[in-house]
């Protein structure tokens, strides 16, 4: 009887232990932000400061009714600091938080207007580089100083996890077959067009960068790697307020990155836009060397090849849109978006055709002129309708989109002999006009379904025919006839449709997500002949369902330790033009060739991840792909062909480390490491494949606070040499600084230099040739200064909605020139 009542005693005290520590693991600040008129305060920003080191805690939005709550706090001395664009920063005394105390709740806190300009308004913290949700990370582009006066292709290369090749090529996590977006809406474009987009739009327009390795239901499945959302700014006020940005950057070339942006409103109408000029001069010397081979492997010749191409361009984006505020609970919108980009590129040749003894026997110089203007048009029509304060919301999103891209080429070869006597001459004229027309219409629905879960659903329908003609003119002793080898007209339409449904649930310690999406596809092909080729065509339907699982547990209170888990199921759809089977030069030695034969590639991916203290991520991923497509080369009479093709199964693990830590106030330090191993199956062209190959890359920055208004940065960037098939692509890594002055709370100046020691130069060996070896070695202009200068202006007059997603979700990844 004693032993149990003893043993009900230390029970008891146990539970009392525990209750107390879980209460003291468990304290929560919260209050309503309401502004000078007593209304509530929509997307104020609050922040949590520790009061003795003023280490910022956590940060969030205010929702509609102006409410906001700090759960799962530790004892301690806090402050609030409350803020918003033309209105006087809020800061709380200091509060006291412990057992004794309990919660607080602070109730009413007034932000007060003020009377001055933005540019009297100072926001005291900033955010952190990189974030973490249960199915994304988000990296905060203003928080790294070398970003400043660039471009949105130099922001994703310093994004854990994200690398630019030599090429423009994107890879996530070791991967290509990344889906890229803005602001929720695709870019419907790959290739050198998506290249030269993201090198027109200024960083200074972008404000995150959401990484989704595997993306949720509600995102189309297409893109294997995962997507790629990047945010720009936006206003969270009405009145007119704006920005100007201005970049200049100067290496070998001089190029130029500049923005506008504006948001005014009155009544019931919210207009906002964007404006942004790119000033574009850039180079790549890239030299190619090749041994041909007899059939014993002994050499039989060699080949050396520059191509120095010098590229000019000039491009003009604009956004531009309205909001109509029908009722607190009912908005109208138009957005509007469009691209205008001449650019020309001039590529001199000079390939060297070599006997055994290194000596050369024939000379080819050749001047390749690309005359380029590409247009791109965007409409999106929207509505949003929450029903009251119940938490169920419907959208409705309908999009037209047309690119217009005509190419005039002019190739003109000189032949010498091996001792410079000119010999031969021909002349390849190409009109390349490229047309693509997109249509979608999608609809969202969302409802509270308790207190903790949540549904999602929603359907989508996209439509896209491309229109694509090449005509070739081939002129040699002054006769000029049709080359029907090259010319040809494609013509491809395909339809999508999608329904999805997502169930997620935000508990304390356990959070679920999980989503089903079904696509239906059906694509026909036709190419068009000629005197030469016939016509031909193809047709293909295909239903897949693609299942997304989000697990996230926290083992305590105080989130020390947070583990996570997600599967998901994609596909990775063929480029349009890819599918066309005809010729497209890039030099006499050299052709592009598509291949409808393509299939898509599907890809499983599982992720276990573990954060500590929400500062340190470890992840271990594994993915397999079957049909995956990539390209291939193939070197026939001496002539280079490179062609997409479905080269197997590729079987990827990783294991990738990110964290940050807050050494001192003035100094933190943020690092990424990965290390991958990739196994591919391959039925090629010269026998059965099998590809080992790993990797290792890694970025990171250290960033100082001198005083109030300067700052200063310092990074690096590696990535080891990566083995994938046909491909052994070389070490590279660049080191940069960068250095910061606030001359106001509205005015910024920076200045950041790149590739300081001038070490990014793109290596690589091309394996597997059927009697052939090859390599590569190719310089950009890398190394530069960035000089940037922004200013915030306008004054606030309240907060309003403004319309950011559309329904383009995938189709424009696959546009390419």
Known sequence: MIKKLMTLVVIGLCIAQFSSLA????????????????????????????????????TMFTENDGKFIFNQLKPGTYQIRVSSMGYSTYRSTALNLNTTTGNLNLGDLKLMSSSKALKEVNINFQKAFVERKIDRTVVNVDALISNAGTTA?????????????????????????????????????????????????????????EIMTNPPARYDAAGNAGVINIKTKKSKLSGFNGGLNLGLTQGEKTRSNNSFNFNYYKDKVNIFGNLSYNLNNSFTDLDLNRTYKNSDGSPKSYFNQNSYFKRHGNTYNIKTGLDYYQSDNTTWGIVLTGMNRISSQINDNTSNLLNLDHQPYSIIKAKNLDDIHYKNGAVNLNYRHKFGKSGKELTFDADYLVYRNQTDQTYYNDTYSGNNQLTDQDRLNGDLPSNIDIYTFKSDYSQPLNKEWKLDAGVKSSYIKTNNTATYLYTYKGLTSPDYEKSNHFIYKENINAGYINLRKEGKRFSVQAGLRLENTVSDGHQLGNVLKPDSSFRRTYTSLFPTVYLSYKLDTMDRHQFGLNYGRRIDRPYYQDLNPFFNPLDKFTYYVGNPFLKPAFTQSLELSHTYKNKLTTTIGYSKTKDDFNETIEIVDGIYYSRPGNIGTRTQKSIAMDGGLDITKWLTFHVY????????????????LVTNGDYFRSNGNVQFKFGKDWSAELNYRYQSRQKEVQFLIGSVHDFGAGIQKKLSPSTTLKLSINDIFRTRIYTGV???????????????????????????????????RKHDASGAEAEQNRVKN
């Open 23 to 58: 209460q003291q693991n468990n304290l929560s600040i919260s209050g309503q932000i309401k502004d000078d008129q007593g209304k509530a305060f929509d997307l104020a920003t609050v922040a949590l400061f520790t009061l003795k080191d003023s280490l910022l805690v956590k």
């Open 153 to 209: 292709l130099d922001v994703l290369g310093n994004a854990p996890g994200i690398s630019i090749d030599q090429n423009g090529n994107i890879s996530l996590k070791g991967k290509q077959g990344v889906n890229i977006f803005i602001d929720d809406k695709p870019t419907y474009l790959s290739g050198a067009d998506l290249e030269n987009y993201l090198r027109s739009l200024p960083s200074s327009a972008l404000n995150q960068i």
């Open 673 to 688: 490491a990965e290390y991958g191993q990739i196994h591919s199956e391959t039925n090629f062209y010269t026998g059965f």
């Open 766 to 800: 091309i394996n597997n040739l059927a009697n052939a070896e090859a390599s590569w070695r190719n310089r950009g202009d890398f190394r530069n200064a960035v000089l940037s200068f922004s200013y915030r202006f306008g004054k606030a007059i309240s907060n309003n």
